[in-house]
């Protein structure tokens, strides 16, 4: 009898829609609990949790309610549970890789980052995932071979609104219920966890949307008038240059070196083996960061939001941040007005700039994007020589991007600013193979921290290659060389697995151990100068383009630029993370949660000094960002005229055929070319670069890499 009342219940419209919706719930459920991190803090938000897919699922499937037609209701129900399905699944896989949720911008912008992304996709599946997709495809094909008949019984439109008023009843319980626990909940969002943990991921998808319309109607309205806050701010926050300083490397090649996903906790670290023997992981880098030769800083973190390493440009480029939602370079970069390091160094100071990459020159749409911050040249991934043998999904592997780059490099005429993206220390931190494999893995029980030193030694090799090809040629006497980690290389869902390695307990792991780890570093070597050290300023990337001004002897007063000079003794050390928390000196802020830096500990009361203090900090962080955001969202650079720069006109720049144009600027100047390939009698320097492979440099191998490539 109950057998036959369940089959009958299925067999029911009402039934194939509660089956489907109970499915949802429940898969919604799992992914709470097994692939996101929502931070639970009591009983109640747990409660709130479980009941929050609800409303919105019943919501969404009532419409297949409405349309008479029998069969085609059970179609468009499908439809509607696979699209929502899509939908929590793309977050899953997401989240695996930026601890974070997809916004609109982010959809929008997904066919501008590239297919590499697609091999990382499947590389973050794994084999449980298929619960997210059994229920579709075990009722559709119960549908498909009439196991489940279809019901040709008519729902009376009374019927469907009666569903889909329940479902708004419930959703309204539920938002009362989340404004209980949060108060002002849709107006102070400090994270996008919060809106998926106390309202859903369909109800965060649609608050997303909502927010970027509103941006997108933000830009159109903007005008001259909402640049005047955004002038004020920067011209208070002004700090002025340390005078020691100011111009120590005036006239110099700047050579920015990417470190990619590399964490100041890095720097000095020594893996242990399995038999208790120490390795430096980063022997080289380590040198430069003690050397008096290099300005060193162990308190910087990054800043970047769900851009990551296009947001670390964004940032050193024009000293503001990324978009709150999605990469600015793939949203914004082809369309908004800059005033970007290179376009500045051109202008003030006559420096050619270039980028090189070795990966296609689509992802994160740097080939439009750079056309605006002003770079003269982009060799990316189709200058080089990539084979299956020396690259991985996020392109060359650096020792032959390192050394193939050189003939690119030595065409360019001097000063030049540069900057040279490295990829081999990128997730998922795969072993190297053949005679690059031999450091060390890890013994976590995550595969990706097992990965990341090894990644890392390997490098630190190909910079120590880079340099030697640097001081060959002479040019290096004459650079400013500045390495900085772009981002988090181990997020925060996996950190606990590292805290081992840290001396750490992975059972104490919170927030305020995440928090710390985001420090990444920055140096800035300059040969021949000998006042160098580590300094203990805590600063972002936002500091570093008023930093680089201000070392090559300009002053960035005058352009709209929302970091400090590092070096400054104005600076005030406040360092806003994306998401609005903060970090100084004293304290380290997560949401609303306050930490003492000195001792870790978590502030359950604040004093009313401290409150007021806190309060203060929160402020100028927030100012910080609205101010950002103001500039992005608004294209307001398009109003400032006082900077005295000229405007750019970004379809003068081509990327094709970089090295003809270089080699024929230089035929053009003759004697007075100052490229390092005319420095040196018109020879190429190729050949002065020198590549080895880990086996090598152990003295196991009996092979030598290539160091150069035939000029493409």
């Known amino acids: 009898m109950k057998h036959n009342y369940q089959k009958n219940w299925i067999n029911s419209r009402l039934g194939f829609f509660a089956t489907l919706a109970f499915f949802f719930w429940v898969k919604t459920c799992i992914a709470y609990f097994v692939d996101f991190n929502l931070n639970m803090e009591n009983i109640f938000q ?17 419409a297949a309610l409405y349309v008479k037609n029998p069969k085609k209701s059970y179609i468009v129900l499908l ?13 899953i896989i997401y989240y695996r890789e930026f601890t974070d949720f997809i916004t609109v911008n982010t959809m929008l912008g997904a066919g501008k980052v590239s297919s590499g992304l697609g091999k990382s996709t499947i590389k973050m599946m794994r084999p449980y995932d298929i619960i997210y997709w059994i229920d579709i495809i075990g009722l559709s094909l119960a549908l498909i071979f009439k196991k489940i008949k279809i019901d040709t019984r008519p729902i009376k439109a009374r019927g469907a609104l009666a569903v889909t008023s329940f479902a708004v009843f419930l959703f309204a319980v539920n938002l009362t219920l989340a404004e209980a626990d ?26 997303d949307g909502v927010q970027t319309y509103n941006a997108s109607q933000r830009r159109a309205q903007a005008s001259e008038n909402d640049l005047v ?42 893996l242990k083996d399995e038999n208790g023997v120490e390795h430096e992981v980063t022997p080289f880098i380590n040198q430069l960061y003690h050397s008096n030769e290099t300005f060193s800083f162990d308190n910087v973190f990054h800043q970047v939001g769900s851009g990551k390493t296009s947001d670390s440009e964004t940032l050193l480029e024009n000293s503001f941040f990324g978009l709150g939602q999605g990469p600015l370079f793939s949203q914004l970069g082809d369309k908004n007005t800059f005033q970007a390091a ?29 056309k605006h911050l002003g770079y003269d040249y982009f060799f990316d991934g189709s200058y080089y020589d990539v084979n299956e043998s020396n690259s991985f999904q996020y392109g060359l592997h650096d020792k032959p991007f390192m050394s193939q780059s050189a003939q690119y490099l030595e065409h360019l005429q001097q000063p030049f600013y540069t900057k040279f993206i490295s990829v081999s220390n990128h997730y998922p931190y795969s072993p190297l193979k053949g005679d690059e494999g031999g450091f060390p893995m890890a013994n976590t029980p995550d595969a990706t921290i097992n990965g990341y030193f090894a990644t890392a030694n390997y490098l630190d090799k190909s ?36 805290a081992d390695l840290l001396d750490k307990s992975k059972d104490d792991w ?10 990444v570093p920055l140096m800035y070597h300059i040969p021949g100068q000998t006042k160098g050290k580590v300094s203990h300023t805590y600063g972002g990337q936002v500091d570093m383009l008023p930093t680089l001004l201000h070392l090559l002897g300009i ?41 003492l830096n000195e001792t870790g500990e978590l502030l359950e009361e604040l004093t009313p000094e401290q409150t007021t203090e806190i309060e203060d900090l929160r402020e100028k962080v927030t100012t910080q960002l609205n101010s950002s955001d103001a500039l992005t969202n608004g294209d307001l650079l398009r109003f400032h005229t006082d900077s005295g720069l000229k405007p750019l006109d970004p379809k003068l720049f081509d990327y094709k055929n970089g090295l003809e144009k270089a080699e024929a600027i230089e035929k053009e100047k003759g004697s007075k070319s100052t490229s390092i390939y005319s420095q040196h009698g018109n020879k190429s320097t190729a050949d002065l670069f020198k590549t080895k492979t880990y086996q090598e440099y152990h003295g196991n191998a009996t092979t030598t890499s290539s160091s150069t490539t035939e000029n493409k």
Do not use: C
């Open 46 to 62: 747990y409660f709130i949790l479980i009941i929050n897919p609800i409303a919105t699922t019943l919501l969404l499937f009532s």
């Open 79 to 91: 439809i509607i549970s696979f699209l929502t399905t899509l939908l929590l699944y793309s977050n």
């Open 182 to 207: 949060r108060p002002e909940l849709l107006k102070r969002t400090f994270s996008r966890d919060h809106i998926v943990k106390y309202l859903g991921m369909n109800a965060f998808t649609v608050y």
């Open 229 to 270: 806050s955004v002038q004020e701010y920067a011209k208070d926050h002004y700090a002025k240059p340390n005078e020691e300083l100011f111009g120590m490397a005036k006239g110099r090649n700047v050579i920015y070196i990417h470190l990619e996903s590399f964490q100041q906790f890095l720097i000095d670290y020594k």
């Open 342 to 370: 290179a376009n500045i160094l051109n202008q003030e100071a006559d420096y050619t700039s270039a980028v090189f990459h070795g990966n296609g020159g689509s992802f994160w749409n740097r080939n439009e994007t750079y």
């Open 463 to 498: 910079i120590e290659e880079f340099f030697n090809y640097l001081k060959e040629t002479g040019v290096y006497d004459n650079s400013m060389i500045i390495l900085y980690g772009d981002h988090y290389g181990i997020s925060n869902s996996r950190n606990k697995y590292l």
């Open 510 to 519: 919170g927030d305020f151990d995440d928090a710390q780890l985001q420090r």
């Open 555 to 595: 002053d960035n007063s005058k352009y709209i630029q929302l970091g400090q000079d590092m070096f400054s003794s104005e600076k005030d050390q406040i360092v806003a993370f994306r998401n609005g928390s903060f970090m100084t000196p004293k304290y380290t802020v997560v949401g609303q949660a306050v930490y």
